[in-house]
């Protein structure tokens, strides 16, 4: 019953904004830190953002800092990120999955959703 549906992708031109959302059932996300991550062909998985139970703290990596937003919603048990200023590099699939902690550690997620795909392309 555990369970993380993305949901949101699509194609978008560049320069274009995309809002994915992360709904979970089977638990509350009130005590998991959540992270986004997204996988593009021929390349590793990589972590983009993660976000507090709280929501309290957050991190970005590099590549998107400044144009990606992460938050929660802990009462629709729903984590978003809002991406804007898309770059064909950011093509992927994307994946939230759950953290063993509260609070967002490097190698704490254990649980995973199935991924939506962002394509940006003109």
């Known amino acids: 019953q555990l369970q993380l549906v993305e949901s949101g992708g699509g194609l978008v031109q560049p320069g274009g904004s995309l809002r994915l959302s992360c709904a979970a059932s089977?638990?509350?996300?009130?005590?998991?830190?959540i992270g986004w991550f997204r996988q593009a062909p021929g390349k590793e998985r990589e972590e983009v953002s993660c976000?507090?139970?709280?929501?309290?703290?957050?991190y970005y990596a590099d590549s998107v800092k400044g144009r990606f937003t992460i938050s929660r919603d802990n009462a629709k048990n729903t984590v978003y990120l809002q991406m804007d200023t898309l770059k064909p590099e950011d093509t992927a699939v994307y994946y939230c999955?759950?953290?063993?902690?509260?609070?967002?550690?490097?190698?704490?997620?254990?649980?995973w959703g199935q991924g939506t795909q962002v394509t940006v392309s003109s």
């Open positions: 089977g638990f509350t996300l009130d005590y998991y830190a």
């Open positions: 999955a759950r953290s063993l902690l509260s609070l967002c550690v490097s190698n704490s997620f254990a649980s």
């Open positions: 976000i507090s139970s709280s929501g309290g703290s957050t």
